[in-house]
């Protein structure tokens, strides 16, 4: 009952939460792959702490969050609560370069990495608060850039600039599928580029891939990795 969130809340999240833990495990099954081999990140965003606590309770055990003022408020709250046992808090979002360094003192893993500027800021926030974070390369599979992500012919050399620079600790790509297409030849391309960065740092072996609608299609193809929001918190324009 520590939760805070209401018990209908509370049911409703378990609901949906024990749906989408069955579509990994038939997307699975359908794949020939071993469910334990994939982290389930409950994308929280504009979910107040309340579900997030609710969530903890339920067994999740990573959370994502793209803006880093709620983040960081949120998890400086989870840490409060729940020390140790807080959920590891994967940063999502689009990154400027003023803010990065901020998010790498309090984000266990950045997945959006996108750009050498980044990377540097991260670093550098990283050794000013003395954590180690780990890092994925966010890789633009549209055609247009718009949604984040590096080219995919210069994902390799960004990768490297990651394993390069202390208290970064590359692990592997995070990709977005191109809106109103089929995800599938994206998802079989990330996989490639995941392939060809890993044999140069095989610590490097995470493809984050994977939402809400196309959860089967990243599981088929190799994703370690699902961000999945609203088909466990519900829509989020009913909460700002
Ligand atoms: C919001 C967000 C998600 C979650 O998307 P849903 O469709 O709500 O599951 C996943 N990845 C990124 C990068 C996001 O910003």
């Known amino acids: ?5 209401d018990a209908g809340r509370r049911a409703e999240l378990e609901r949906s939460l ?4 069955e579509r990994i495990e038939r997307a699975c099954a359908d794949a020939g792959r071993d469910p ?3 982290t389930l990140v409950v994308v929280t965003k504009r979910f107040p702490l309340e579900d997030v606590l609710a969530l903890h309770e339920l067994g999740v055990r990573d959370i994502g969050e ?3 003022q709620e983040a960081g408020e949120k998890v ?3 840490r409060e609560r729940l020390g140790a046992d807080a959920p590891t808090v994967h940063f999502i979002g689009q990154l400027q370069s003023n803010k990065a360094g901020h998010v790498a003192g ?3 893993v ?3 990495a996108d750009r050498a500027k980044i990377v540097d800021a991260l670093a550098r926030g990283a050794q000013a608060s003395g954590r180690d974070v780990d890092v994925l390369v966010q890789v633009g599979l549209d055609d247009e850039q718009g949604r984040g992500g590096v080219r995919p012919d210069e994902a390799a050399t960004l990768a490297d600039r990651v394993a390069g620079h202390d208290g970064l600790r590359l692990r592997g790509v995070m990709a977005v599928a191109p809106l109103d297409a089929d995800p599938a030849p994206a998802f079989a391309r990330l996989r490639e580029l995941a392939d060809g960065i890993r044999s ?3 610590d490097a072996h995470w493809i984050s891939a994977g939402m809400s609608g196309d959860l089967e299609a990243a599981v088929a193809h190799g994703a370690t990795h699902l961000r999945v929001g609203t088909a466990i918190l519900g829509s989020r324009t009913a909460v700002l």
């Not at 024990?18 to 833990?21: C, E, M, R």
Request: net charge negative.
């Open 1 to 5: 009952m520590s939760g805070g969130a």
């Open 18 to 21: 024990a749906q989408v833990t």
């Open 36 to 38: 334990a081999d994939l």
């Open 66 to 68: 793209n803006r880093d």
């Open 76 to 78: 400086a709250e989870l």
């Open 106 to 108: 309090y984000a266990d």
């Open 110 to 112: 950045v997945q959006s």
């Open 200 to 202: 140069k740092h095989p």
